[in-house]
């Protein structure tokens, strides 16, 4: 049983689907970063350091630096909680009747 089409075909058509899907993930990409550019615009004012003295730009690190730190921690419990280990935990919490 022969095929209806040739191999040269064949790959001339494999070649076209891999540069279409080429494209497609490389506008997937450009899509993705201007929607994380769009969010952070819409959630995140913009710094204004301009102006301010020492001792308020040092305040504002300190400020900014408690907050990175708050958002690690909660980073690292939901990661932790994701994990299978948290899996394992919530199931366990779920099993027993105190619930802890």
Not at 2 to 31: F, G, P
Not at 38 to 54: A, D, Q
Not at 56 to 72: A, F, M, S, W
């Amino acid at each position: 049983r022969k095929s209806k089409i040739t191999a040269s075909r064949k790959l001339l058509l494999k070649s076209l689907m891999l540069a279409k899907a080429k494209e497609e993930w490389d506008q997937e990409i450009v899509d993705k970063q201007s929607e994380k550019e769009r969010y952070l615009s819409e959630r995140i004012s913009p710094l204004h350091t301009s102006g301010l003295s020492l001792s308020q730009l040092q305040d504002l690190c300190r400020e900014l630096h408690e907050k990175v730190e708050i958002v690690d921690e909660e980073r690292y419990d939901i990661e932790a909680m994701s994990g299978m280990e948290g899996r394992k935990k919530m199931f366990d919490a779920a099993k027993s009747p105190t619930g802890q």
